[in-house]
């Protein structure tokens, strides 16, 4: 239900990140995608002014603005030139005493390292895959196949590819050694959970609420090494792999899964520190939901799964827009 009632006159400063050595049809996407979000803000009412950061330097573009005049709409994925930088963002916001929508510094460096992430889950009691760490060249005890091996500390897909999904033990430790040596970091090897695959929005802090889920279809493939969210099928527009997995608003689970799925929902929200709004990835394997991922500051394009949970229920593009930007503003003193 439809139940915080929202403010339209908040000023709101667009915060987006945009590397100026990406490729330039790249650099175009992400500026129509934020201008998107902004005309949709500007439509309900709300005064925007946007904020590019194409440098390291976040501290300078934000000193020509008071901290008590506007909410930042967290857009800012990372600093540019320094990977894996959106917890760092956020602290340097923070130190500037800017209210800002979505999760904070601390559970943006926890939701950083995958393994932190699992264990948290794993302490709350809501099922996960088998999973085990491999940080070097320890020798490798796994049995489970089929598995699939991801890095732990990267975000969106990134290096996972269909070469992820291993049957063998000498699979395993040639993807293993790709992410120890290619992506240098710890790779993380989980049993593959070959079920349905949900992406459920939730939104609130005190109060929350769950959205209708999307449901990834893999039936279009009949190999087990696409049946998964990779980074193609995530970003690479023209590719198959895109063009089929886009999120199906509809799933017939009955009631009593929903309200399972739901309360593990809540339960993942609440065991890793969200705030404002975030996704969660579960599969459906033999009558048991496993989260696979905890999306903090998910992704809020016009077509995804998050903002299209949101439609369902009657808000629009900007008005669920809005509504993120009054749950930040709730910790806004002059504002709110």
């Known amino acids: 239900m439809r139940n915080l009632a929202c403010r339209t006159d908040l000023p709101i ?46 501290t ?12 930042v709409f967290n857009c800012c994925e990372e600093i540019p030139g320094i990977p894996r930088s959106c917890a760092l963002a956020a602290q340097k916001l923070e ?13 943006l460096v926890l939701s950083q390292d995958k393994r932190r992430v699992k264990r948290r889950l794993e302490k709350a009691g809501i099922s996960i895959p088998t999973w085990q760490a491999f940080s070097g060249n320890e020798a490798s005890t ?8 991801k890095p732990a500390f990267e975000h ?27 992506l240098r970091q710890p790779a993380i090897v989980e049993n593959f ?39 193609e099928s995530n970003f690479e527009k023209t590719s198959l792999a895109y063009r089929l997995t886009s999120p199906r608003m509809s799933c017939d689970l009955n009631n009593n899964e929903l309200r399972t799925l739901n309360d ?27 989260v696979l991922d905890v999306n903090h500051n998910a992704d809020i394009g ?8 949101a439609k369902k229920i009657g808000y629009s593009y900007g008005q669920f827009g809005s509504l993120l930007v009054n749950l930040a503003a709730q910790r806004h003193k002059q504002l709110f």
Not at 156 to 182: H, K, W
Not at 270 to 282: E, F, G, H, K, V
Not at 302 to 309: A, R
């Open 193 to 231: 959970i070959d079920g349905r695959e949900f992406h459920i929005g939730i939104f609130g802090n005190d109060t929350l609420q769950v959205l209708p889920a999307g449901e990834i279809d893999y039936s279009g493939f009949s190999d087990i090494h696409d049946r998964l969210c990779t980074f």
């Open 95 to 107: 130190m500037l005493a800017f209210t800002y929508t979505g999760a904070d510094s601390n559970a």
């Open 142 to 149: 796994w049995e489970q196949f089929p598995a699939i091996v």
């Open 264 to 290: 593990i929902v809540v339960q993942a929200y609440l065991a890793t520190d969200c705030r404002d709004y975030a996704r969660m990835d579960i599969r459906l394997q033999d009558g048991i939901f496993y």
């Open 60 to 71: 300078s573009k934000m000193q020509q603005y008071n901290p008590d005049e506007v909410i």
């Open 156 to 182: 969106c897909s990134y290096g996972i590819t269909r070469e992820a999904v291993v049957q063998t033990p000498a699979e395993l430790a040639q993807r293993i050694n790709f992410v120890l040596d290619e």
């Open 302 to 309: 016009p077509e995804t799964s998050l903002v299209l949970g």
């Open 13 to 58: 400063l667009m915060l987006y990140d945009v590397d100026p050595l990406l490729p330039q049809d790249r650099i175009l996407e992400r500026l129509e995608e934020v201008q998107l979000l902004i005309d949709a803000l500007k439509a309900v009412g709300h005064p925007v002014t946007s904020a590019c950061l194409e440098t390291t330097d976040l």
